[in-house]
């Protein structure tokens, strides 16, 4: 849109008196609003960390370690699901640097980031009908955070990994981790879909899992005593790869020297079955944080690209980069859970009727309404792609108009045709 657009965007992020908590606030409220109109019973709560490699923005003040001798910036978000792996928004977003503008308190550690993702998240569960599951990676696999306050609608589901001692309460034997799946309970095998990393190539895989569970006491380290310190009742469940095909091939892609295995630690209940594969279920859907970390960097808007003065203005751009992300991936996800929904689920009705006058096409369903916002940028659906992906849509949510005068004028009779207020293009 030109350099005083630009400018003027740069500024508002500069402004001191911006902080990145205003900054994501509206977000935040809106992310609560859709929480209220949901009719999911359970909500995802998924945290997780990313790094941003800034190393070539040699200029930038206030940037600090990541990794090594690398600079850049840390990012933790809480990214809020619908029990559908529907992304509502983000709850909570903390930024770091080691040695750089942005530290830690001396008084704290890192760890931090986990307990203050799950107060956002009590803050935001207090009185709502749903429960919400707070679901982290191994990194969040720390003795306190079990014992962490939590609302009475608020759930842990964490992946384990340190073999810590646990007392499983119906063989009443303690053990170390990695020798408590002899002792557990057989609840069948279970299939979910997860994205898989292998030799630099993503693809989305279907694993079969044979799932073990059992109601665990967690002991502390062995300076506090266990009678007093240990942690109340969680259910521990362990599940193991037993079978593996990628989902579009239909290929056998099972690796039987590494088998994936997960050690999940939660305050969901494991009475039933069917309460044991939901578990695995809330589980696979915490890889969609991933992919929103995906989109904000080399999957969609690239902002590792981004060029500011000071790590302040660039912690401001990230923020608002993060709700545009989280945009795409909502647009992506519904698409391709229910490509025939009503487009007025994730359209207005002024983008709607400018899509339609742009494209001479039917935009009645989700469907039609994306594929018509994606062939403004050349997008053609094909056998392998029949939908676009989020480095699509991020192209065509730009401002694709401003190289052409006859797009503009079509982009000015648009807004004048759907508005009964008879806008301008400047409002």
């Known amino acids: 849109m030109g350099n005083s657009f630009r400018q003027t965007v740069a500024g508002l992020f500069s402004r001191k008196d911006m902080p990145r908590s205003t900054m994501l606030s509206g977000h935040v409220a809106a992310t609560h609003a859709r929480v209220q109109a949901s009719d999911s019973e359970y909500l995802i709560a998924a945290q997780a960390t990313t790094y941003y490699n800034y ?131 057989d609840y069948g095998q279970y299939s979910v879909q997860i994205e898989r990393q292998d030799g630099g190539k993503r693809r989305t895989v279907e694993v079969t899992l044979h799932l073990q569970a059992a109601t665990v006491h967690i002991y502390p380290s062995k300076d506090l005593s266990p009678a007093r310190h240990k942690t109340q009742a969680l259910s521990l469940v362990i599940a193991t790869e037993v079978a593996c095909r990628e989902v579009k091939t ?35 859907l915490r890889w969609r944080i991933e992919r929103l970390h995906f989109t904000l960097k080399s999957g969609a808007l690239d902002v590792e690209r981004l060029q500011f003065d000071d790590v302040h203005t660039l912690v401001n751009a990230l923020t608002f980069y993060s709700v545009v992300a989280w945009r795409l991936l909502g647009l992506t996800y519904a698409l391709r859970q229910d490509p025939e929904q009503s487009a007025q689920s ?24 994306t594929l018509a916002l994606a062939q403004l940028v050349g997008f053609a659906p094909s056998k392998k792609q029949p ?17 052409s005068n006859w797009h503009i004028e079509y982009f000015n009779e648009a807004i004048r045709l759907s508005n009964p207020l008879n806008r301008n293009l400047s409002q």
Not at 144 to 167: G, H, S, Y
Request: a negative charge; glycine letters at 6%.
């Open 250 to 284: 239909n290929e056998d892609c099972f690796d039987a020297d590494r088998p994936l295995c997960w050690s999940l630690l939660t305050s969901l209940p494991i009475e039933t079955v069917a309460e044991v594969q939901r578990i695995l279920r809330f589980y696979a």
């Open 55 to 185: 190393s070539g923005q040699t200029q930038m003040v206030g940037l600090g370690r990541i990794q090594g001798k690398v600079r850049g910036l840390m990012q933790h978000n809480v990214l809020l699901l619908d029990e559908r792996g529907l992304p509502l928004g983000l709850l909570d977003q903390q930024y770091w640097t080691r040695e750089g503008a942005i530290n830690w308190p001396s008084s704290q550690q890192e760890s931090q980031k986990w307990f203050n993702g799950l107060a956002a998240v009590n803050q935001q569960a207090e009185g709502t009908p749903q429960r919400w599951v707070v679901t982290c990676e191994r990194e969040g696999d720390i003795f306190d955070f079990f014992k962490a306050e939590r609302e009475a609608n608020v759930d842990l589901l964490i992946r384990v990994f340190q073999p810590r001692r646990v007392e499983v309460v119906t063989a009443g034997t303690v053990c170390p981790l990695p020798d408590a799946a002899a002792q557990l309970n």
């Open 346 to 369: 994730l359209f207005d009705t002024d983008e709607l009727t400018l899509l339609h006058q742009l494209s001479g096409q039917p935009v009645d369903s989700l469907r039609q309404a």
């Open 387 to 403: 939908l676009p992906g989020v480095k699509v849509l991020a192209t065509a949510l730009e401002p694709t108009f401003r190289t």
